[in-house]
């Protein structure tokens, strides 16, 4: 029996006590809030927070979730009322079939729909989970109007293909109508992401229109964000969880671990869903919750999705059960990343680090390391080098092991050249053409790939210090390339 409106009022009263289900009148909410990038993220996080948030207070905060361009999950989740199953797995496993999103639309096919809803009065809320690269900034962080998609916008800016162009685009309408406008809710790992966001929307609208730039600039809060949830893609055997234990077929749950945090600046007005009585932080210390976040949990990450293929391992919980890599997060978080981060107020650093590791343990999630080692060119200034140059700014000598990362994220896009395989990266044309160029002097080659224009931040091409330990480490991890464990300095 499918999961649909219908199915489940007539299983309601034989789900079993894990199962959570909308308390509120689904019919009777009015969509309040678009979402730009409709993935199992978006679904395990964000939704989740508001359908608890709707369970808890009600408001007119159904979401209409957009798709740029896969049309899968519109496909599957219509045949389901938009209805979909969040597992929840740990020791124990719950569930919550989420109801709060209304209408799925995919911009590639439905732009005027997708216009229509962000220029909607009812649209309060537009959040955002687009992935790095879907800010549209070059690496001086202002909107990179080399992209196609940007040139593309900029001359056409009532058909837009990018997001920008799309808050843009409503913003402009809106502000034309006289409407109230709507405020955005960045939800990627970038620090500074809403204030990120809003240079680029802001220069975009500048381009054709400097009054609607400055209305933006004054009357729009893109407050910044911290979101985490470990969501691996869904797998098979989900499905067939669900069907198991609720005893319906969705063909499109989310598999999450039970954690989840969403830390939101403290500026949005207070017209919003009632997120902060369902666990919701919101604060004006966000930047101490991000580096926390992006340094710790995803800096590791990054770690073993560079280091595990080296040794074989697909999932983060394989790489992790190799005590060595294990020992080798442990004692990078506490020497070499825990001294770049102030911790937000009562946060206990290394107690954070080991739940973070205990968290990678969870042997429920199949969260697979290829999934996190895409975009390194993004990732890893945030994450690794942003680290290396604060602990030199401080006069800290302790970045040996962060050289190793660098290290082993060139050898793992070296592995991938070599093999064939492709680089998924926004710059993957220029990782393919430096690593194709390297002639086995590796003093030079290391050297090619850290000062290559465009690729790496200034402050890091510019560094001598910085190449110099990366090319010590290359040399290392390159002469154990078949087993690294025994090269990496703990
Ligand atoms: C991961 C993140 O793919 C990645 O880069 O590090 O998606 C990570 O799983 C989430 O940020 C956890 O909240």
């Not at 029996?1 to 009015?30: F, G, H, I, W």
């Not at 685009?169 to 034309?176: E, F, P, S, T, V």
């Not at 059960?321 to 294990?326: A, T």
Request: charged share 20%.
């Amino acid at each position: 029996m499918r999961l649909n409106e219908q199915n489940l009022a007539a299983k309601l009263d034989s789900l079993p006590a894990n199962v959570q289900v909308a308390r509120y009148s689904r019919s009777a909410t009015k969509i309040g809030i678009v979402h730009l990038g409709l993935g199992a993220f978006h679904r395990s996080h964000q939704a989740l927070f508001t359908e608890r948030a709707m369970n808890e207070c009600g408001g007119d905060w159904a979401i209409c979730a957009v798709s740029m361009r896969n049309e899968t999950l519109q496909q599957q989740l219509s045949g389901q009322d938009n209805l979909f199953t969040v597992v929840m797995n740990d020791k124990d496993t719950d569930y919550q079939v989420v109801s709060a999103v209304k209408e799925v639309l995919v911009a590639k096919n439905q732009l005027e729909q997708v216009l229509a809803r962000l220029t909607s009065a009812d649209t309060k809320l537009v959040s955002l989970t687009v992935t790095e690269k879907g800010y549209c900034l070059n690496s001086a962080g202002d909107l990179d109007t080399e992209l196609a998609g940007i040139k593309a916008d900029l001359a056409n800016p009532t058909a837009p293909s990018t997001v920008v162009g799309m808050l843009a685009y409503g913003l402009a309408q809106r502000h034309a109508a006289g409407t109230k406008p709507f405020h955005v809710v960045a939800c990627d790992n970038l620090p500074g992401n809403g204030e990120k966001l809003k240079t680029a929307v802001v220069q975009f609208a500048k381009a054709s229109n400097a009054e609607v730039a400055s209305w933006i600039e004054e009357n729009v809060q893109f407050p910044n964000t911290m979101v985490d949830c470990i969501t691996p893609h869904t797998e098979d055997k989900t499905v067939q969880m669900v069907k198991d234990d609720l005893g319906l077929e969705d063909l499109a749950p989310v598999n999450r671990e039970a954690f989840h945090q969403w830390v939101i600046e403290d500026i949005l007005p207070a017209e919003r869903p009632a997120w902060d009585k369902v666990g919701v932080i919101f604060t004006n210390d966000v930047e101490a919750f991000e580096n926390t976040k992006l340094r710790i949990l995803n800096g590791l990450h990054s770690i073993l999705a560079y280091m595990g293929p080296l040794l074989g391992y697909k999932s983060v919980y394989e790489a992790v059960s190799d005590s060595r890599l294990k020992g080798f997060l442990q004692s990078i978080a506490a020497q070499e990343v825990i001294p770049t981060i102030e911790a937000p107020a009562g946060l206990d650093l290394h107690e954070y680090a080991a739940q973070i590791v205990r968290r990678f343990e969870n042997p429920k999630i199949c969260h697979l390391l290829e999934q996190i080692a895409c975009d390194g060119t993004i990732k890893i200034p945030v994450r690794t080098l942003q680290p290396i140059l604060d602990n030199l700014k401080a006069g800290r000598n302790n970045n040996n092991k962060l050289y190793y990362v660098v290290a082993a994220w060139l050898l793992f896009l070296v592995n991938k050249v070599e093999t064939e395989q492709t680089i998924n990266d926004p710059k993957a044309a220029q990782l393919q053409q430096i690593i194709s160029a390297f002639t086995g002097d590796i003093t030079q080659d290391v050297n090619a790939f850290m000062t290559a224009e465009g690729l790496l931040p200034e402050a890091v091409r510019s560094n001598e210090e910085i190449i110099n330990k990366v090319t010590e480490a290359y040399k290392v991890i390159l002469q154990h390339r078949t087993d690294i464990r025994a090269a990496l300095p703990m």
